[in-house]
């Protein structure tokens, strides 16, 4: 047996297209056009391609881009200050601070200053409070590609013994939450978890959001069980170079042969979370102007 593989790029291009639609009939129809906001403070290399990306994408779907690059000397005030002008800006509807920041700069900070209903990474404590409670909000992009990924899967996600191994705030925990909306049964794991072989034989639904290299393993793997892989880890090709290549939480090689279907890295997971991002942004920006009171 070997398993799908979920395609990613494929997924992420097919929202990117019903989001172009919506936008196109919302700046026909309203004469508006949603703005989206990405601040990055510093040079990180990947940060830098991360944004490029987001801001292509964002363009490409008929939405305004607006980028604000920072030095890395930026002081925390100063960053707060460039966030509320655009809190106030009705131009924009949705604000991104890519991080990591640098160390003078508090990412909670940063975080709770984004407006609520501009905040489309999902991130602020209004809008985690919203989602906890089966509320209205905004979802952080990447659980949420990773809902839809598995929903195209398997259809109907009810009473599925789901496993999430990690338990951040930006993955595990919303994660969770989004998979008990959808009548899983949920258990979160991590690192440190006693059994975690026996717990993912166990699961239908494995999310990996760890970060360390192909933890999982092929024979953890429950016959036909639906594997979506986040972590995005980079290890040495051993080819006495400093190259190296992307591997995810879990080891594809060995699990794509016992599991019914199974995210790439890259090209799995990464692709959704823009997708995403850009679909946050349109439900803002109609929250901010056409479905206002």
Known sequence: ???????????????????????????????????????????????????RNKERQTEEVGMASVGRRLPAETSEGALLSIIEELNHDPTVHG????LPLPKQIKSEAVISAISAEKDVDGFHPMNVAALSNGKDGLVPCTPMGCAMLLKDQIGDLTGKEALIIGRSNIVGKPMAQLLLAENCTVTIAHSRTRDLDQKCRNADIVVAAVGIPKLVKGDWIKPGATLIDVGINRVSKNDGTTSYRLVGDIDYEEAVQAAGAITPVPGGVGPMTIACLLQNTLAACKRQTILRD
């Not at 639609?21 to 040079?43: C, H, M, T």
């Not at 604000?95 to 890519?98: E, H, M, P």
């Open 95 to 98: 604000i991104l601070v890519q």
């Open 1 to 51: 047996m070997t398993a799908k593989t979920i395609d990613g790029k494929a997924a992420a291009a097919e929202l990117r297209k019903r989001v172009a639609k919506q936008v196109s009939e919302l700046r026909a129809n309203y004469d508006v056009q949603p703005g989206l906001a990405a601040i990055l403070v510093g040079d990180d290399p990947a940060s830098q391609v991360y944004i």
